[in-house]
């Protein structure tokens, strides 16, 4: 089926500065979903994004989805070391199945 | 309340063994997916079930692995016989219909 593409793959961050991971598809997403999975562990549900342009916050994170629904953006502010982790989107499809992204691996420098 | 129960968390065995991999999905769940991470391949899903019943065995690499689903709350992820190649975290996870999908701790299969 059809696959995310995430950008960048890995990122080093700065302790205290914010970065954006993004998520690209070539068609049109229904829904997308958010993931991120700590060193050693397993995948933990982020948010869904369903509507055309819509933005939800949850306390640092930002998350977005494109007018298009083509594209997706996570955009963190004043990361911490507990951001460290890898972020995945996924294109929710029929019978709730999920085709995940590479996902993007973030380290975060003390 | 438990969430998806996996077993066991680290197999390591000889290629050509048989491996069997648990999961309890999450009680009221009626979809189970089962997944392969690694390094070079990313997430992949393997098979899933609605209401124990298997749907898409699409991503299932070979006629090696086979998956059951004999009741709502058991899951099986069988590889025989086993190969090096087969080494990867297996996650099984489970969701209800309208609902987002909750992931195991994973099974760290390591194959020599």
């Known amino acids: 089926g059809q696959q995310v593409m995430q950008i960048p793959q890995y990122q080093h961050v700065q302790e205290g500065e914010d970065f954006t991971t993004y998520c690209n598809s070539s068609?049109?997403?229904?829904?997308i979903q958010w993931y991120k999975q700590r060193p050693g562990g397993h995948p933990v549900f982020l948010i869904q994004?369903?509507?055309?342009?819509e933005v939800k916050k949850q306390k640092r994170l930002t998350f977005q989805f494109g007018e298009a629904k083509k594209n997706s953006s996570l955009h963190i502010t004043a990361t911490q070391t507990t951001d460290v982790g890898t972020y995945f989107c996924a294109e929710v499809g029929g019978n709730n199945r999920l085709a995940f992204g590479k996902g993007n691996q973030v380290v975060v420098i003390p | 309340d438990a969430g998806v129960i996996q077993s066991p968390r680290h197999e390591v065995t000889e290629m050509g063994q048989e491996v069997t991999l648990r999961c309890k999905p999450i009680s009221g769940h009626d979809y189970l997916f089962w997944y392969r991470q690694t390094m070079m391949r990313g997430l992949e899903l393997l098979i899933y079930?609605?209401?124990?019943?298997?749907?898409?065995d699409s991503g299932m690499p070979e006629d090696r692995f086979s998956a059951k689903m004999p009741n709502a709350s058991f899951s099986t992820l069988k590889i025989q016989p086993s190969e090096p190649r087969d080494s990867a975290v297996y996650f099984c996870?489970?969701?209800?219909?309208?609902?987002?999908?909750?992931f195991g701790d994973g099974t760290r299969l390591s194959i020599l």
């Open positions: 068609t049109t997403l229904s829904n």
């Open positions: 994004l369903v509507k055309s342009g």
């Open positions: 996870a489970s969701s209800s219909w309208d609902t987002f999908q909750h």
């Open positions: 079930f609605n209401n124990n019943v298997p749907i898409d």
